[in-house]
């Protein structure tokens, strides 16, 4: 069976998260229903990462493979006809080795968390970022974000019920910049890693968010690191800002 790299793109808010779910909108369920359209009683496809309810992705990667050996090209607008009006789009479509596999090939995963700091609530982001009513400081944010940088134990920052074999995470890249718009400001988190925890990139940017508010001071944030215990951490942000930018991979199996 020919197999398939596919670059995905979607709005998570109508979704109960990636993972095919009995009785819930998922995105697999969506993407499957739309393959089963074009062959019947096809393997599950296979995603880079498990996306949670509410979290958007601007570059998901999964594999499928298919009966017929598909165009690429055909076989991404027949999938993009079939979804619709799901808000799910696929980007890019390769035909890959049998022995890529979404998941286990990756060798990165690169997020991106988007906060809104503004009295007036969005309009047009609305469910797309993580809406507060009061200001930042960026510099606080930056500081204490260099503690996160590296081999750590995250059991402070997963969740009780990830299921990980071990809490320690090599998180290569933390950066966080700021847009000033009307009325207020964009921060953006940007983070890359091999793999992450569940509730990971989440619950740092909740963390940092109360330094940029002068609640935490930066050095508390190597406190609660320190801790190994998932009550030092500060509050878990919202899924609304969070978005799967990218997935790195030996060999980019959509490069031209």
């Known amino acids: ?18 993972q095919r779910q009995a009785t819930l909108p998922s995105v697999q369920g969506a993407i499957e229903a739309a393959l089963a359209k074009l062959e019947h009683d096809l393997p599950s496809i296979g995603a880079a990462g498990r996306t949670d309810t509410g979290v958007h992705a601007t570059a998901q990667v999964a594999h499928c493979d298919m009966r017929r050996d598909w165009n690429p090209f055909r076989l991404m ?26 998941r286990f090939s990756a060798t990165e995963r690169r997020y991106l968390f988007r906060l809104l ?7 047009f982001a609305a469910g797309q970022v993580w809406h507060i009513r009061h200001a930042l400081q960026l510099a606080p944010m930056q500081q204490a974000a260099t503690h996160l940088l590296g081999l750590h134990d995250f059991t402070t920052f997963r969740a009780s019920q990830c299921q990980a074999a071990s809490p320690c995470k090599t998180l290569d890249a933390l950066d966080i910049t700021c847009e000033d718009l009307p009325e207020g400001q964009e921060f953006r988190f940007s983070l890359r890693a091999r793999s992450f925890l569940h509730n990971q990139v989440r619950s740092i ?5 109360r330094v940029g ?12 690191l320190d801790a190994r215990d998932r009550t030092a951490c500060g509050p878990v942000s919202p899924p609304d800002g969070l978005y799967l930018t ?8 959509f490069a031209a």
């Not at 990218?246 to 199996?253: F, K, Q, T």
Request: glycine content about 10%.
């Open 1 to 18: 069976m020919p197999r398939y790299a596919l670059k995905i793109e979607y709005d998570g808010r109508p979704f109960c998260g990636w």
């Open 117 to 123: 700091a503004r009295r007036a609530p969005p309009t």
């Open 246 to 253: 990218g997935v790195g991979y030996p060999s980019d199996p």
């Open 213 to 224: 508010a002068g609640a935490w001071a930066p050095e508390d944030v190597k406190t609660a």
């Open 77 to 102: 607008e027949a999938l993009n006809h079939h979804l619709r009006p799901a808000p799910v789009a696929i980007l890019a479509c390769a035909q890959v080795d049998e022995g890529f596999h979404a």
């Open 205 to 209: 940017v909740g963390t940092l968010e």
